[in-house]
């Protein structure tokens, strides 16, 4: 009987260590997840506050009005050119991007956060007219701070410090009309010289032409005679002096001294422009940026003043062969 006792008791107490051993090892073995529950996800994610569509086009009107100032301001401009002193470089009607930073700042804007680079001879600007800076202007520089420009409206030829500038003059019919918008008819053509990087117009009658005899007789600046380009500092002219006009455009401080860099601009189409030949020299700070591409142009030849529609002539009147073509 003791045997018997003592062998249950054995396996009594070996079946307690396997229940016990089976606990344990169930605890070690990790829980099994249970499966998300993607309809209680989604309400976690959803934000507690949600835009309207009206406030998200609100919101995406304004970053683009605010990208466009910026691109306004400091990157391109959009301008209309109006007259035939360009042609036929730039014709009339013709609408152009300018490229704002190219020059780099001006004195007192600020670091240049854009590639850029000096102004030189041949660059075509558009700059605000000295006289009224609500107008702006578009001319080729020819001229540069203290050099000496000298143009011979004779021979129609241009002298820099005493040396011919190479330039590819075509000889043109008189136009009717000053602002005709069509192209120049050409009639003669010189050949382009050794140097020259750009073509300019010239009136093969020109004696015949009320704007060309004008432009060469009321000239003051350069026309038959040397002219020194003023630099930033140099001494303005008694002439100047006594103009309080003219004084504000060159001598804002009046020190006596020019306050910026100048320089010496003419139109392409020379005998039907009015240019730095006749009213003088553009200061840096009105300088804009260069003249870069047409985006588009507009044929309105023959077309009554004020007898347009946009829209209309937008499919009907477009120069296609000009929309993307570089100035140069």
Known sequence: MNDNSDLQSQEGAAG?????????????????????????????????????????????????????????????QAVKVPTGSMKDTIWIQDHLLVNKFIFGPTAGSGLPIFPSREIKRGDIVVFKYPQNPDINYVKRVIGMPGEIVEYDSAQNRVYIDGKELPEHRIYVENPLKSDDPAPLTHVRDEGTPQGAEWTVYYYLDAEISVAATFQREYSDYGVGRPYKVPEKGDPIPDDMMNDPHRRRIYDSDNDGLYDSDQYFCMGDNRDNSQDSREWGTVPRGNIVGRAMLVYWSLDRTGEPEGGSNVLIDFFTKSRWSRTGKFIK
């Open 16 to 76: 307690t260590e396997t229940v016990q051993a089976q606990k344990t090892e169930e605890a070690r073995e990790p829980a099994v997840k249970a499966k998300p529950d993607k309809n209680a996800e989604a309400e976690a994610e959803e934000p507690a506050f949600k835009k309207s569509v009206a406030r998200e086009y609100f919101e995406s009107a304004v970053v683009t009005l605010i990208m466009a100032v910026f691109g306004m301001t400091f990157i391109v």
